[in-house]
């Protein structure tokens, strides 16, 4: 089975440099340090919140309300900023955090304790979250001059050439791999996708692991959703809006089951990459950002029909594998 | 009958109890509107809202049916997209209104065989295909289009969307009845009805039955797409414009009308009577705010509210009885 993952994973990054160095013949320039630090910082926030949504999936979950969720706690924090321009930085980051921890508990609460099911929670979620940002702004958009100096130029600040945004997402990455790879929290999830009736049996509380899932995906949405208002300096009610699917879309070409159970962190970035290397590269080779949509489309459907078999097979020995590590 | 019989009679006892609920939602907001506006109750103007509602309200149809079979279908809107871009961009080109509507049909036929051929042809989960072709039925437009619209549509196509039988009931309202019978009548009273639910509340035992569990799928995937051809007809008739965003979010409005009505997103139960009821729950509780002004995303998050309150009510009703049943799949029973 690890040796399946790893082939799979090999087989996208091929797959990644591949795309890369096509495009690089095409069109040098993208390989240049400017667009490579655009490439990386697009992808910082796809890369935080693919792996969340990887958590829900993993428990044969799904969070549609992210990208409701980054709006409306990037408004938040928009409409504070507009009112106290001077508010630290720090304070910004703790409002959005908590702004978006109190969305996902509303969803974690409705899934872990009512039992309901995700996709139809976060369905109607989505839409109230959404209709909240709109109601909270008056339908009106908080733009570059009315937020505060600090609030806009934090994120796009440098350390050693990279931007704060990327390594925030650095950091979120690091804590999310180790905890999915290397923490009994994340084996537990990884078993209670696969089998959540044997899960049960050895102890694994489904009701915890849930909350933890979906508090997670909350409070890295409403992280997220102050780094995106900041990064474009601009609020409005259609902020991120279908972002949700190309989370969902970096999870599956980077062979997360929807099943749950089966997927790794470092095939989720790879995914994040392959959809954020496309989206660069259609501007410098001269075709119409009008294909986004169809080419990412068509790159789900064959990474889904690539990973067929992989879907198809049952039961995981993950306990098997822990063995191995140890 | 027998063993048949009795799992019919228990499940539609069970249900019949969510439509009563339904339908007394349904008079509370007739009730609220009537006092709310003057011009609520008026057999022109309630004809004239069916409108607004019809077109989803097709899809709402077919949906259910998928998602009895614990199939879901993204990829509606998108489909809707589509058939609208080949229909406006061969209106430009002088082909005439019976074509046109053949064309919709048509296209949304064969965007739903792709995506029920890609499901039960490979073994992946529905959600995930019609995630990619979400992305790739709507990027045809896209491309097609860019920014641009469709706007030159022969007089004729534009009174299917606009024009009235008797002069009072919209096309697509007429359409939308006949097909919620036929619809009904497939689902609770032929073989292919039953054949669904046995499929929808247990995959392998249908399948050691000996039903063709997926040409069951494939054919309820062509029909969810050649429903969102026609009402894709509809809509594109009558707002007389294609632009590559045309019913952006019908997808999930779709799937909550469905699941407001009662339908199981787990599989295996649902009525056709608690879909169309549902229909007019979400329909006249969008005219009722309309009429009062609220702007259409603050009717999202009523709408929202409406759903999440629905599947948890019943759930904490349970709770509180404190009747623990056999657990069995999240907000299956109600």
Redesign the interface.
């Known amino acids: 089975m690890r040796s399946l993952l790893r082939r799979r994973e090999a087989a996208l990054a091929i797959v990644v440099a591949v795309l890369v160095a096509a495009i690089a013949v095409r069109a040098p320039v993208f390989l240049s340090a400017g667009s490579l630090d655009t490439l990386v910082t697009d992808g910082a926030i796809l890369a935080i919140m693919a792996l969340a949504q990887m958590l829900a999936l993993l428990t044969r979950g799904i969070d549609l309300s992210v990208a409701a969720n980054m709006a409306l706690s990037g408004m938040v924090v928009a409409l504070l900023s507009r009112a106290h321009p001077d508010m630290p930085v720090v304070a910004t980051i703790a409002v959005a955090v908590g702004s978006g921890l109190l969305l996902g508990a509303f969803n974690a609460v409705l899934i872990a304790f009512l039992e309901m099911p995700p996709i139809v929670v976060t369905l109607g979620t989505m839409s109230v979250y959404r209709g909240l940002v709109f109601w909270a702004s008056d339908g009106a958009w908080v733009n570059a001059h009315e937020l505060g100096e600090g609030f806009v130029a934090f994120p796009n600040e440098r350390l050693f050439g990279l931007t704060y945004i990327v390594w925030i997402a650095a950091l979120v990455v690091g804590a999310l791999l180790l905890l999915l790879h290397r923490m009994r929290k994340g084996r537990e999830l990884y078993a209670y996708g696969g089998n959540p009736a044997a899960a049960r049996y050895v102890g694994i509380d489904r009701a915890r692991l849930q909350l933890l899932v979906y508090l997670t995906t909350g409070a890295l949405a409403g992280l997220s959703g102050y780094l995106w208002v900041a990064r474009y300096a601009v609020a409005y009610t259609e902020t991120a809006l279908g972002f949700e699917m190309q989370t969902i879309a970096a999870c599956v070409i980077g062979g997360v089951s929807i099943a749950g159970g089966r997927g790794s962190a470092a095939g989720c970035l790879l995914g994040v990459a392959f959809l954020v290397i496309l989206f660069n590269a259609l501007p410098i080779i001269d075709v119409s950002p009008f294909w986004h949509m169809a080419i990412s489309g068509t790159a789900i459907l064959v990474a889904v029909i690539v990973n067929a078999r992989g879907e198809a097979r049952r039961g995981v020995l993950i306990l098997a594998r822990a063995r191995v590590e140890r | 009958m027998g063993p048949v019989g009795s799992i019919g009679s228990r499940g539609l006892r069970l249900l019949r109890r969510w439509e009563v609920v339904l339908l007394a939602i349904l008079l509370l907001i007739c009730a609220a509107n009537t006092w709310a506006s003057e011009y609520f109750l008026d057999v022109r103007n309630l004809f004239d809202s069916t409108q607004t509602f019809s077109e989803k309200a097709l899809i709402a149809l077919t949906m259910t049916l998928v998602i009895i079979g614990r199939d879901?279908d993204l990829s509606v809107a998108s489909i809707v997209a589509l058939c609208s871009t080949a229909m406006g961009w061969l209106a430009g080109e002088g082909v005439g209104t019976p074509w046109l509507v053949a064309t919709g049909i048509l296209l949304g036929t064969a965007a739903g065989m792709f995506n029920g051929a890609?499901v039960t042809g490979?073994?992946?989960?529905a959600?995930?295909?019609t995630?990619?072709?979400?992305?790739?039925?709507?990027?045809?437009p896209?491309?097609v289009l860019?920014d641009g619209a469709y706007t030159d549509f022969p007089e004729s196509f534009g009174e299917l969307g606009q024009g009235y039988l008797f002069d009072l009931i919209p096309y697509a309202f007429v359409v939308f009845l006949l097909f919620a019978v036929f619809t009904a009548v497939l689902l609770h009273r032929t073989v292919v009805g039953r054949n669904l639910v046995a499929y929808g509340s247990n995959p392998d035992a249908a399948r050691y039955s000996g039903i063709r569990v997926n040409a069951h799928r494939f054919w309820f995937f062509t029909a969810n797409g050649a429903m969102s051809g026609l009402a894709s007809v509809f809509l594109t008739a009558r707002v007389g414009a294609t632009r590559?965003n045309i019913a952006t979010g019908w997808d999930?409005e779709v799937?909550?009308i469905v699941?407001l009505g009662g339908v199981s997103?787990?599989g295996g139960s649902g009525t056709m009577l608690g879909v169309v009821l549902s229909v007019f729950v979400m329909g006249m509780l969008n005219f009722g705010l309309g009429l009062r002004n609220v702007?259409g995303?603050?009717?999202?998050?009523?709408?929202?509210?409406l759903?999440?309150t629905a599947?948890?009510t019943p759930?904490?009703a349970r709770?509180i009885a404190g009747r623990r049943r056999r657990?069995r799949?999240?907000?299956e029973s109600r």
């Open positions: 879901i890609i490979f073994g992946v989960p959600i995930v295909v995630i990619g072709t979400v992305s790739l039925f709507r990027g045809i896209y491309i860019g590559p999930l799937i909550a699941v997103i787990a702007p995303i603050l009717m999202t998050i009523v709408a929202g509210l759903l999440i599947v948890a759930i904490i709770k657990p799949q999240p907000g």
